[in-house]
């Protein structure tokens, strides 16, 4: 059975700047960087998906309390533009 973690308590937190995530013969190898030291750690599909899913609605749920989106692009997903086709037109919908 699982038990709470005590996030208060234990070890020392580490910041985590990167992530480099790969499924390799069915098992996810995850890494995680802090500045220059790597901590590189392996696990099953089902803890994958299990982390994937606990992880979306906690910020699901923090976005909703405090009314913000979190960009969650990854690094290869374009940026929207802030620019619409009327604010390239000059602003009007019924120009002819």
């Known amino acids: ?3 709470k973690h005590d996030f ?7 910041f985590v700047d990167k992530v480099h995530v790969r499924i390799i013969n069915g098992l996810l190898h995850f890494a995680l960087e802090s ?3 790597v901590y590189a750690f392996t696990s099953d ?4 998906k299990r982390f ?3 992880l979306g609605q906690q ?8 009314n913000i989106v979190i960009d969650g692009r990854l690094p290869h997903e374009p ?6 086709v ?3 037109q000059g602003g009007s919908k019924d120009r002819k």
């Open 8 to 14: 208060h308590k234990g070890p020392e937190k580490i």
């Open 79 to 84: 940026m929207p533009s802030p620019l619409s």
């Open 52 to 54: 994937g899913r606990i």
């Open 59 to 66: 910020v699901e749920e923090i976005e909703k309390k405090n």
């Open 35 to 37: 500045g220059d030291k």
């Open 45 to 48: 599909l089902v803890l994958g």
């Open 1 to 3: 059975m699982d038990h």
């Open 86 to 88: 009327s604010d390239v």
